[in-house]
């Protein structure tokens, strides 16, 4: 429900603007001036509202469970859909789904869509001092990075209406579907492999792309500054606590800790992994152009000859495919500054509030401490008093 | 005891007026110590009024101020343990930076442990200052007139002969039979009293600590914050500002830290006074411990005369066991030797008498000074918890205002 609460002020005309030229069901392009509708118009924004509520998705991620066969241990993760769109069957669906199943997900919906940003999902592995691969913790905050990655592919304009998704969320056994984009996959491996090969570049980068090449890279350093920081200010605080114990002190801070590390670290988390998308996808676009380049020149190389009309159509196919693409990059690149400046300032607020929580608690144990100990006091000297 | 202890002294100035900062500098320029440290302070007239110290009146024309080292402090305290052995004499603070918090070496110079160490030695004046029994001595009087001669007189009162030996008390406590039952309570109450102390400061060193980093590491996100703020376009003044509250947060530790300092201070005071404590009850049995000896002594001698005036041996002595082998003594030499046995009996019973007394007297004035170091230690610790909550108060305080406008920035992001 969250998108489509959204609706007010500048997303709704962004919102409809993109369903306008995305969509495969046509739409009429409205009239810019005022009018049932023009985007603006009250009447367009109930159409909307109505257009948003028939599109309604909501995905839950939880019950994780341990599964042990022969070969292997994993868990499943139970994934539960309820929805009022209508390119699915029903309203409700329920399925099991393991981390290679998202896997399968997101690099079908990469190699459908190579210039969109598709968000990350966690790592495979977590280095660092695990002795179990599958302790309460980590399955915990593999969980939620995984229940993040389906609310911002439902979010997403143009991948929520992906088949793809629909078989993961619908289909009770994903092995067949599985096995048919294996093959999907291989070709697109190929294909690349042979692109870059014959590479020497991207001639020139619309500049656009440099600039978001260089933020992605400053923004992945100060991410990273600020998570480890974030690390550093978990284990110290750790400490504090453990030495407190001692006091038995009137207070308990176990609070602090937690809440840094299950709302602050797992955002940068994502975010650090998605330097890692945004440099593949600017990599993609920069294939894809130059293979345009190359295509060109060759073409232009060889002069009059023939087959010089498939050839320019060729070629002619390939610009529209790269304009295409680098406006759709652009397009997703503000969708995505927009929703990653969104994501750090709630979690940033959410730690500055608990933080303030944690000292109004504080607070209100030490002047209980000092009220009774008052009363004390003055109870003496009215003793004291014949 | 009375050897200077070197080279790390400081040197006490104690005035009667507000030093104002132009004459502390002279101060400070006049008398060099061999670090060159001086520390100054002033000294308030005493609480109850007892010492007319300033006031111009038979005693000679004091001086305004004058300059006493820490071992002259410890000379001082010495004589008032030796002379007063009932009255529980109030500590000097710590000789050396214990139970600190930072991993840094406690260094002895250190302007903040001076200071400290400064005001533990004017906190020490005015406890004797307002003692009732204790601001009437003469050498305490001296101690804060007389910079030349204090130390003759105080040595002339020839109060190390006074001293008990160690091993004497040693003995007493294990030997004693009969001590009064308060003292040994007050014994055990007091060394409880040091353990859960020592804990207590042991335990504040270590989170201190702990809180320390907490509060330090929050600053390196105002740098970080900074330097992201830059590649930002809407995001970037609220990063910035954020980042400026991260600082102040960070910095806010040091005061915190320092005025519970002060608190650790006032704990380590009474600390050290259960050392005190520990001497008078120690003292007490030594007493008792006397008594009952010349009790035990009075009753053999008894026991002797009966034995030498019938002539039955009912306690094993030399004397009787020679004259039984080497034959009886004359009429003559048992006379003389019943006479030397009176003579010390009567002696006997007048030390005996001496020594009930100074016990009755000893019990008395030291349970009366003890009633009165219950009262004040009461008191004062109270009076320090109600501060150190009011300073836990502040702190929470200023935590909610720096998270708050955090809170604010991060809403503009």
Not at chain 1, 39 to 62: A, G, K
Not at chain 1, 281 to 301: G, H, L, P, T, W
Not at chain 1, 347 to 352: E, K, P, R, V, W
Not at chain 2, 301 to 313: F, S
């Amino acid at each position: 429900m969250s998108f489509s609460l959204e609706v007010l002020g500048s997303r709704l005309t962004w919102t409809w603007r993109r369903r306008t030229t995305w969509r495969s069901t046509a739409r009429t392009p409205p009239s810019q001036t005022g009018g049932p509708s023009s985007p603006s118009s009250p009447s367009s924004m109930m159409n909307q509202y109505r257009e948003e509520e028939e599109e309604e998705l909501f995905i839950t991620v939880d019950h994780p469970e341990s599964h042990v066969t022969a070969i292997e241990t994993f868990i499943t993760y139970r994934v539960v859909t309820k929805t009022s769109r209508s390119d699915f069957d029903c309203s409700e669906f329920e399925v099991r789904r393991r981390y290679q199943d998202f896997l399968w997900l997101r690099s079908t919906l990469e190699e459908r869509h190579p210039t969109l940003i598709v968000h990350p999902l966690p790592e495979k592995f977590v280095m660092k001092g695990m002795v179990e691969r599958f302790n309460d913790d980590f399955i915990e905050t593999r969980r939620r990075a995984l229940q993040r990655f389906l609310d911002k592919i439902r979010d997403h304009p143009l991948l929520r209406g992906s088949p793809s998704l629909n078989v993961f969320l619908t289909a009770q056994d994903l092995a067949p579907h599985r096995k048919q984009t294996l093959s999907l996959l291989s070709r697109w491996g190929g294909t690349v492999k042979m692109l870059s090969q014959s590479l020497r570049g991207v001639r020139s980068r619309p500049e656009e792309f440099s600039l978001m090449q260089d933020y992605v890279e400053q923004l992945s350093s100060k991410i990273c500054s600020v998570d480890k920081v974030s690390q550093r200010i978990v284990r110290e605080q750790r400490e504090y606590v453990e030495e407190l114990q001692q006091y038995s002190a009137p207070y308990k801070t176990q609070s602090c800790t937690r809440h840094l590390s299950s709302t602050l670290i797992p955002v940068l988390h994502d975010y650090l992994l998605c330097a890692d998308t945004l440099k593949a996808v600017m990599k993609r676009r920069d294939n894809i152009q130059a293979e345009y380049e190359s295509k060109r020149e060759a073409m232009e190389r060889r002069g009059d000859q023939e087959g010089e009309e498939e050839e320019e159509e060729e070629v002619q196919a390939l610009q529209e495919k790269v304009e295409v693409c680098n406006s759709s990059l652009q397009e997703d690149w503000s969708r995505w500054r927009s929703s990653m400046r969104t994501d750090l300032k709630t979690a940033l607020l959410s730690t500055a509030e608990n933080n303030v929580q944690h000292y109004e608690k504080c607070l209100a144990v030490w002047e209980t401490f000092l009220l009774s100990q008052r009363e004390e006091g003055s109870e003496q000297k009215e003793e004291d008093v014949p | 005891m009375m050897a200077d202890s070197g080279s790390n002294e400081e040197v006490a100035v104690i005035g009667n007026t507000d030093i104002t900062s132009t004459e502390t500098e002279s101060n400070i320029i006049n008398t060099m110590v061999e670090r060159g440290t001086a520390l100054l302070r002033k000294m308030e007239i005493n609480k109850h009024g007892q010492l007319k110290l300033f006031q111009v009146g038979g005693a000679p024309a004091a001086p305004d101020t004058l300059w006493r080292r820490y071992s002259e402090f410890e000379l001082l305290r010495t004589f008032l343990l030796v002379t007063y052995p009932y009255i529980i004499i109030p500590p000097l603070p710590e000789k050396r930076a214990e139970f600190q918090w930072h991993k840094l070496a406690a260094d002895n110079l250190d302007p903040d442990f001076v200071e400290r160490r400064r005001v533990g030695l004017e906190n020490f004046l005015l406890r004797v200052a307002s003692h009732p029994v204790l601001s009437n001595d003469k050498l305490y009087f001296l101690f804060l007139t007389e910079e030349k001669g204090w130390r003759e007189a105080v040595l002339e009162t020839g109060f190390q002969d006074k001293v008990d030996s160690r091993l004497k008390s040693l003995s007493a406590m294990f030997r004693v039979k009969n001590p009064d039952k308060r003292f040994t309570a007050m014994k055990q109450y007091s060394d409880e009293l040091n353990t859960v102390i020592s804990q207590l400061l042991r335990v504040r060193a270590r989170v201190a600590d702990r809180l320390y980093g907490v509060y330090k590491v929050h600053g390196n996100y105002g740098r970080v914050f900074s330097e992201w703020s830059a590649i930002e376009k809407e995001m970037g003044d609220g990063l910035q500002s954020a980042g400026h509250h991260m600082d102040t947060y960070a910095a806010q530790i040091d005061d915190i830290l320092e005025e519970e300092e002060h608190y650790a201070d006032q704990l380590k005071e009474y600390l050290f006074y259960t050392d005190a404590v520990r001497s008078v009850c120690k003292k007490h049995e030594l007493i008792q411990y006397e008594l009952e000896m010349a009790a035990q002594e009075l009753i053999s001698k008894k026991q002797q005369r009966e034995e030498l005036a019938t002539g039955t041996v009912r306690v094993f002595s030399l004397k009787g066991m020679t004259s039984k082998l080497f034959g009886t003594e004359s009429q003559e030499q048992r006379e003389s030797r019943l006479a030397a046995l009176e003579q010390s009996i009567q002696e006997g019973e007048e030390t005996l008498k001496e020594k009930n007394t100074e016990c009755k007297e000893f019990v008395q004035m030291a349970w009366q000074d003890i009633e009165r170091f219950k009262e004040q230690k009461d008191k004062d610790l109270r009076e320090a918890l109600i501060s150190y909550a009011i300073m836990q108060i502040s702190t929470c305080k200023k935590g909610i205002q720096v998270w708050s406008n955090a809170k604010d920035c991060f809403n503009k992001m």
